[in-house]
């Protein structure tokens, strides 16, 4: 048996690791498919860190196949990226830019009791 576990929840634009777990006794290769397909330049190793995310990656499920030396092979179930639902950093921004309060100077001198008109130039 072989079960794919993703590390935690997928955002785009971050990366993203899946590790594996097996019941073959000896492992000693991995492959790391993404529709049923190997990805070109995924380690064999039973851990694989995902690039940034995109789009692409939430919609596809991936998989990994082992190898073990006293020639078994399994395949894992695919699983789904679990994603979450994230602003894209740009309007998260402009949120908070539109949320903080500005005090123009002027007020801020108006309202100081201690301020002297001496005080303010120099």
């Known amino acids: 048996m072989v079960t794919v576990t993703v590390a935690d929840k997928a955002i785009i634009g971050f990366h993203l690791s899946l590790g594996v777990t097996t019941t073959i006794r000896r492992?000693?290769?991995w492959h790391w498919l993404r529709n049923g397909i190997l990805i070109p330049g995924a380690p064999s190793a039973c851990a694989y860190a995902l690039p940034p995310l995109t789009q692409r990656d939430l919609d596809s499920k991936f998989s990994c196949?082992?190898?073990g030396l006293d020639?078994?092979?399994e395949t894992s179930e695919e699983v789904e990226l679990?994603?979450?639902v994230v602003e894209p950093v740009a309007e998260q921004v402009k949120k908070e830019a539109e949320s903080e309060?500005?005090?123009?100077a002027a007020e801020q001198v108006?309202?100081?009791e201690d301020t002297h008109v001496g005080d303010l130039q120099s």
């Open 27 to 29: 492992p000693f290769r």
């Open 71 to 73: 020639g078994e092979v």
């Open 110 to 112: 108006e309202n100081k």
């Open 101 to 104: 309060v500005v005090v123009p």
């Open 65 to 67: 196949r082992v190898y």
């Open 82 to 84: 679990n994603p979450k």
